[in-house]
C-alpha cells in the first residue's frame, strides 16, 4: 500500500585483470542479506516513520556510495519495510543498518539461506496479518523489478522472482478469508452497534476493493476515489456507491464506519473531518498511516490500526505438505543463487589467467622464431584451448558443490587455493 523504489540498475565493469588483484579472494564471494523491520519487530509508530524515510531516493544514492554491496533491493508492504542485498564482504549488513533510520535493535538482520528462507515465507504470506495472503508476493515482484545492480549477472531479482513464482505454485488461488481486507471488514463490523452500518471505504485500489467485496452482504459501502472511477461492473457487483475525494465530509456525517486503504502515504483523515454527534468506527490499513492518531482523543470514536489489528491475525490451514514444498523450493533457488554468486569468482579467474597466458606467450616469443599470421593465429588458439580444457573441470566442479557445511569447506578451499592474486605474471 506505499509507492515502490523506481529503476536504478548500475553497470558493473570488466573484472579486474590479475596483476591489479590486490584482495585476497576468499573473502570476494558473494553473499545474501536480508534487514527487516516489521509489526513483529517494532511499534507501528516507529514503522511509520521508517517507511517516511527509507525512499527509493535514498537506497538509490547510498547504493551509489562504492561499496561491496553488488545488489540491493527494497520491499515495503502495508507493514514491513525491507532491504535484500547481496555483497562479498560479511560485514556490508551491518553497514547498511548503520545508514537506515530508526532503533537499530528493532531491525532483524539475517544472511545466507536464512535471508533466503524468510523471503519466501514473506512472498508466500506466512509473515503477514493475514496468513497467506496473496497482495505481498505481487509487491515483491515489483521489488524484484525495480533491484539496484553492479553485477553483470544480476542474482537478487531472479530470487525475488522465485520467491513470488513459488508462493504462485504453492498457493495458485487464495480465499477472500485470507486478505487484510477481510481482517479490517470483520474487526469493524465486530465494533458498529448497528446492523447494516453505512461504511466509507476510502481508496478505490486493489485493498480499498477486496474491503468492499468483504463488506458487500453486510453493509452499504460507499468507495471514495481521487482520480480513477472504480468499474461499473465492481460497482453491480458489491451494489457500492462511488463518489470522488471533496465529497468526502458529506459521507463520513451520515457514516457509522470508514476502512482508510489510500495508497497516497498521506493523512487522508484527522480530528477536524469528523462529526462529533455520532459514534464512528475507524480502520486506518496505511503505514504511513491515512489517518491521524490523534484522532483517538475526540469524542464517540474508535480507531484501530495494523498494530491493533494484529490481534485479529488469522493463522490459516496449517499444512505441512505446503510447508514441505516451500522449504524444498528454497532449497534448490538458494543453490542456484551460489552456484550463480561463484560466477564473478570465476570471471576473476578467467581473467587472471587470461593475463598470465598472453604474458607467457611474449615471454616465449623469442624462442618461436618469426611465425606467419595463420602460426600466430594456431598458437593463440591452441593455448586458449588448454587454459579452457585445464579450467573447465575445476569449475564446473566448484559450481556442483552442495549447500551446507561440507560444500562451504571446499569452496573455501577452493578460493584460496585457485586465488587470482597469487597468479603473478
Known sequence: MVSAPVDGVAAVPHPTPASAVTVPLAPTRLRLFNLELSLDTTSIDELEAVARAVSAQRVDGWFDDPAPTGEVALLVTCHRVELYGVTCDPKEADRWLGRLPGDPTAWRIRSGREAAHHLFEVAAGRRSLAVGEREVRDQVRSAARRTWSRHPRPLLRELLESAAATADELAPSVPSSQSIAAIAATALLERVARPFPRVVVIGAGTVGRQVTECLASSARVTVVYRERVPDDRFLRGTGARAVRVPELADELAVADGVIAAAKSGERCLDGGDL??????????????????????????????????????????????????????????????????????????????????????????????????????????????????RLLLSPTERLRSLPPGPEGERLRRFALELFDPATLDP
Open 275 to 388: 462529526p462529533s454527534s455520532r459514534p464512528l468506527v475507524l480502520i486506518d490499513l496505511g503505514v504511513p498511516r491515512n489517518i491521524d492518531p490523534a484522532v483517538r482523543g475526540a469524542p464517540n470514536v474508535q480507531l484501530v490500526d495494523l498494530g491493533e489489528l494484529g490481534a485479529h491475525r488469522h493463522p490459516g490451514p496449517t499444512d505441512v505438505d505446503s510447508d514441505v514444498r516451500l522449504d524444498e523450493a528454497v532449497d534448490r533457488h538458494y543453490r542456484e543463487f551460489e552456484r550463480r554468486a561463484l560466477e564473478s569468482w570465476i570471471d576473476v579467474l578467467r581473467s587472471a589467467i587470461e593475463t598470465l597466458r598472453r604474458s607467457e606467450l611474449e615471454r616465449a616469443r623469442p624462442f618461436l622464431g618469426t611465425l606467419t599470421a595463420e602460426q600466430e593465429v594456431a598458437v593463440d588458439r591452441l593455448t586458449r584451448r588448454l587454459v579452457a
